[in-house]
């Protein structure tokens, strides 16, 4: 939740398990006021599938900001990693800077 009125460094990386070559990843910060794609990537290979994005974002205090994956075209489940400190390769963040 952005405190203050202004623009945000939002930051997201992912690092997603069992992805096979078929598949496309698609991911999304959504955002009160906006919502910002990067997508259809084809994954072209397989087993762990690292990925990192950012974006500037307006925001006005009290807007909320999450970031989003998708698989899609395959018919394997993909995990998303997830682990405590020290080990964080999926992880969300943004920061003020104007």
Known sequence: TAPVTGKYMLFC????QQVVS???AQVQFITTLANYTFGNYG???TGN???????LANMTAGNTAVAQIQFGNGTKVV?????ASP??????????VG
């Open 13 to 16: 990386s992912f690092l997603a």
């Open 22 to 24: 078929t598949m496309t």
């Open 43 to 45: 994954t072209v290979g």
């Open 49 to 55: 599938f690292p990925m990192a994005y950012s974006v």
């Open 79 to 83: 995990d998303i990693y997830g682990a």
């Open 87 to 96: 080990d964080v390769r999926t992880f969300f963040s943004g920061y003020l």
